[in-house]
């Protein structure tokens, strides 16, 4: 499961990833490693990303639109941001 929802952003913004690569100075191959998950962005990029797509960066995470956010979705978000740190810093033990 990817960490990040850069599909499910670009289905709903109707952006492709031709569109983000072009816009960020990236391969789409990149892009579509992204959103598949097989691969996660620094932290810095991410946040590129969100500003492109122009959602806050919470948004990359779980979906806040039109919806109250219960607590125990608060803590999966901490767990799913929490998670990508590591790996992104390569402390990820399994």
Known sequence: MPVLRLKEIMQEKEIS???????L???MATISSISSGKVLPSIKFTLQLAEFLDVDIREMFISTKGTLITQSEIEESKK????ALKIMNGNLVN
């Open 25 to 27: 100075n990236v391969s």
């Open 80 to 83: 799913l941001m929490e998670r």
């Open 17 to 23: 990833r031709d569109e983000i690569s072009k816009a």
